[in-house]
């Protein structure tokens, strides 16, 4: 295989364990790519550079992803635009994918702020009741260490806000893509921007649709993460407590019907009203629940204790009937079942904010079809 040949093939490889989240780093991509496809070894001025690799990455997501992707670039542009309006006293500047238009499935919005205290910013966060989590990150480089403040706020879609102090707002921030300055918008050129290249959005219209929207997937964290603390008992449920239970069935809905967001939400939800009153856990949901979830994803909630008692036999027959009549009697069955297969100790799952995030695109992919 020629030099170019092989370069290339590497670049390939590491673009496709970048887009399929296999790997986030460039480096660890193409070191891990060139092992794969090189018997001996190579040198680094022969592998691929960054830009080659992401030019890659956004080959994957124009075949997989199509217009969808064209769709959700505009959506993460006018989010990122209604979180910098809130911020803008830290000075926003996005940057990233969502900036340049390299989005691709599962991208966030990455913003600058410049603060030289990281109380106000989560302070303003706190007014606006968006959930997040503060990350401090110790990175060593060219025998320096530094300490990175980043904020992961969980909406609609997610945002990774990095903080500066305020004295740097002016500085320069280069790529590790590229070497060269990151492009980068403040709010006034992220508007411009977008009635640019968007031009059929009315951002007024945009922005006020978005301030009176009720984020679904809000809440479910809300619901979900108490449930960390709500034990169950261990003869029935020899898991644990309540979320590892439901992460484990929403894991085992996600492989049965990998297409269906009602179902696969429905097996993440079924228990959430534990949280709230375990003695009447269903009818908690419901109303906890109520105008967010589809007449299905309700369904299979409100009769997943039922479809136990149909299992063993001792529903009572007006009831059985209801239920068998049901276009849905054969889904809840089977979220019957992986119910009761949801509830083994040291199973390996994800995480709450992994499992909203599939359910968002899944809703984002289903949209567009």
Known sequence: MSDAKLRHAIAFEAARLMYERTES?????????????????????????????????????????????TENLREMRLAALWLMRILCRFRPRLIGSVMTGHVRKGSDIDLHLFSDHVEPITGTLDEEGLQYDVERKHLEKHGESRVFTHIHVYDTFQFELTVYAEDKAHYVFKSSITGKAIE??????????????????????????????????????????????????????PEGDVLYHL????????????????????????????????????????????????????????????AQEYKAGTLGFKARKRLEESEDFEDLMLLRELDDRGRVPGATVGTVDEALEFLKQLERDNKGK
Request: charge should be negative.
């Open 25 to 69: 780093e460039y480096f660890t991509a193409k070191r891990k790519a060139a092992a794969r496809l090189c018997r001996g070894s190579i040198k680094p001025s022969d592998l691929p550079s960054n830009a080659e690799i992401r030019e890659q990455v956004q080959a994957f997501a124009r075949m997989h992803e199509g217009e969808k992707r």
């Open 184 to 237: 980068r918008a403040s709010t006034r050129e992220l508007e411009e921007l977008i009635a640019r290249e968007h031009p059929e959005i009315s951002l007024d219209d945009a922005m006020q649709e978005r301030e009176e929207a009720v984020d679904p997937y809000q809440l479910f964290r809300l619901l979900l993460l108490p449930l960390e603390n709500v034990k169950q008992n261990p003869k029935w449920h």
């Open 247 to 306: 992460l484990q069935v929403f894991e085992l809905a996600r492989d049965a019907q990998p297409w269906d967001e009602e179902f696969i939400l429905a097996a993440l939800l079924h228990d959430v009203g534990k949280g709230i009153d375990r003695y009447d856990h269903v009818n908690a949901a419901l109303q906890a629940l109520d105008g967010l979830i589809t007449p299905r994803t309700a369904f299979l909630i409100e009769n997943h204790m039922l």
